[in-house]
C-alpha cells in the first residue's frame, strides 16, 4: 500500500497532507526517517510513525492473550539469547510488544499486541486496572501482617495502595493466596511479602482487569474475545 494511503487510513490526514508530512521528512518507516514520497509499505508489518509517534492502521490490530511460563522474558528481544514471549507466539505477522511485564520468573496472564494506544491505556497508573496474582508464600503470616498488606506497605519510601487478599489454602509455614492490587511497581508483589518477613516462593497473574486465565495451559496462547476486547475499553 502506498504510504500516503496507509497514513490517511489511520485517521492522521488526507493524501496530500500525507505527502506533505512525507516530504517535511516527519515520517518514518521501520524506525528509519522515508525519503521517497511514493513508497509502498506493508501495512501488516511495516511500523510507520508521524513525528515520532507509531500509527495504528485500524482493522489491523491483534490483541493476544498469553499463558507466560516462567523462564521467559517478557521483552521483545534479548541481548543474553534467552527466551522471550515472542519466542512463543508463531505465525502472527504483526509486529507484538507485551502490554506491561511479568518478571523472568513469573506466570501467567500477560497480553501483546500491535496496538500502542491500547496497551498505554491499560498501564496507564490512572486507570487502576486491577491485577490478581496467585502467590505461593513462605512464612509466617499472622492477622497483623495480612493487615499491613492490605492497608499498604512502604516500598522505597512510598505506601502501596490498598491490597485485597484471599487466602486459599494454608499450613504450618506456607500460604497459597490472592492477591488483588492495581499498581505495577517493581517486583511489588514479592518485595510486599518481603516487607512483612514473608517470601514468595510462585506468582502467578491470574486475572488482569476483567479478564482472566481460565484454563489456558502454560506457555499457550489465544486470540483475545471480542467480548474480552470490550471490557477492556480503557478510556484515554
Ligand atoms: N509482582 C511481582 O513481584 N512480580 C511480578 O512479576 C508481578 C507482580
Known sequence: MRLNKYIASCGVASRRAADAIIAEGRVTVNGRPVETIGMDVNPDADEVAVDGALLSFPGNNVYIMLNKPA????????????????????????????????????????????????????????????????????????????????????????????????????????????????????????????????????????AFGKLTLGDLPTGHWRYMTESELSTMNIPE
Open 71 to 206: 523462564g521467559v522474558l517478557s521483552t521483545c528481544q534479548d541481548d543474553r539469547g534467552r527466551k522471550t514471549v515472542l519466542d512463543l507466539v508463531n505465525g502472527v505477522e504483526q509486529r507484538l510488544f507485551p502490554v506491561g511485564r511479568l518478571d523472568y520468573d513469573t506466570e501467567g496472564l500477560l497480553l501483546l499486541t500491535n496496538d500502542g494506544s491500547f496497551a498505554y491505556r491499560c498501564t496507564h497508573p490512572k486507570h487502576e486496572l486491577d491485577k490478581t496474582y496467585m502467590a505461593v508464600v513462605h512464612g509466617r503470616l499472622d492477622e497483623g501482617a495480612i493487615k499491613h498488606l492490605q492497608s499498604g506497605i512502604m516500598l522505597d519510601g512510598i505506601k502501596t495502595a490498598p491490597a485485597k487478599i484471599e487466602m486459599l489454602d494454608r499450613n504450618t509455614s506456607s500460604y497459597r493466596l490472592n492477591i488483588t492490587i492495581h499498581e505495577g511497581r517493581n517486583r511489588q508483589v514479592k518485595r510486599m511479602f518481603e516487607a512483612v518477613g514473608a517470601h514468595v516462593m510462585e506468582l502467578k497473574r491470574v
